[in-house]
């Protein structure tokens, strides 16, 4: 398993829907198991998309049971072809990326959601979860789309922050 280099913005692929994947080959699993390990490389991470490695493909990883808002969480969750079925209510969180470390802001999300994807086995499954997990589905399937959070910003002028620290990858 390797580290994988994250792209930052505003390099091209970040703004690309990226393709269904059709066939889970050596070259996807390979994918994943590099994801994942990028994924626990950076403290605090919960989820990463893969245009956000430099694949445009339909691949997130997302793990938020170690983070201090998740009251929910599904654990280590690897979704290929990801589609968000249902969505309920509204909430404002701050949100980060590792895309654009230098940035926080408030981006207003769908407080419950239930998406339906294949495990990397290539079975069907579907999720419904809700709060922070809920968010971060939502943010690295937005990833997928070709949507960072800084387009979804409710006001640039008073929801985009600098952040004052970021964690570096543990080397």
């Not at 983070?67 to 969750?77: D, P």
């Not at 809920?134 to 690295?140: D, G, S, T």
């Amino acid at each position: 398993m390797a580290v994988l280099e994250v792209l930052q913005y505003p390099h091209e692929i970040l703004k690309k829907k990226c393709a269904l994947i059709e066939k889970i080959d050596y070259r996807i699993n390979q994918l994943i198991n590099d994801m994942i390990e990028s994924l626990h490389s950076f403290p605090g991470c919960v989820g990463i998309a893969a245009p956000q490695v430099g694949c445009s493909v339909q691949l997130i990883v997302v793990d938020a049971s170690k983070h201090k808002k998740t009251t929910i969480s599904h654990g280590l969750m690897i979704l290929l072809n990801p589609v968000i079925r249902m969505q309920e209510g509204e909430v404002i969180s701050g949100e980060g990326c590792l895309s654009l470390p230098d940035y926080t802001g408030n981006v207003k999300r769908a407080a419950k959601i239930k998406v339906s994807a294949q495990n990397r086995m290539g079975q069907p499954i579907e999720i419904e979860t809700k709060g922070f997990e809920a968010i971060v589905f939502q943010h690295e399937i937005d990833h997928l789309n070709g949507i960072l959070f800084v387009d979804r910003i409710i006001s640039l002028k008073k929801d985009l922050f600098r952040r004052k620290s970021y964690k570096k990858r543990k080397e």
